[in-house]
């Protein structure tokens, strides 16, 4: 199985940056494509991004287009989640999302980003 292992969180103010990290270890062989999903309080949880594993086409939710970048180094089983000019709308709970070969799909823990106004 995949285990996935996420970090980079925290509190920051509206209009300024941050980095998420999701780690994967375990059967990596097998994943297809990585990525964030978030939760607001009240709310359902939402696509932000993702990237195919081959080809590393990346998809993006219309709310954050030109602002998050998700991105892996070629070296590492691991995907980031560039964040900039953060909105307090952007407050969330972020959950990485690995989707694996057969339909699997596995989830990070979450990391709580705040953004104050």
């Known amino acids: 199985q995949v285990q996935l292992v996420e970090s980079g969180g925290g509190l920051v103010q509206a209009g300024g940056s941050l980095r998420l990290s999701c780690a994967a270890s375990?059967?990596?062989?097998?994943?297809?494509?990585m990525g964030w999903y978030r939760q607001a309080p009240g709310k359902e949880r939402e696509f932000v991004a993702n990237?195919?594993?081959?080809?590393?086409?990346?998809y993006y939710a219309d709310s954050v287009k030109g602002r998050f970048s998700i991105s892996r180094p070629r070296t590492l089983n691991t995907v980031y989640l560039q964040m900039q000019n953060l909105k307090a709308e952007d407050t969330a709970v972020y959950y990485c999302?690995?989707?694996?070969?057969?339909?699997?799909?596995?989830w990070g823990q979450g990391t709580q980003v705040t953004v104050s106004s």
């Open positions: 999302k690995a989707d694996v070969v057969g339909g699997q799909e596995r």
């Open positions: 375990g059967r990596t062989v097998s994943l297809y494509a």
């Open positions: 990237m195919r594993w081959s080809g590393g086409t990346t």
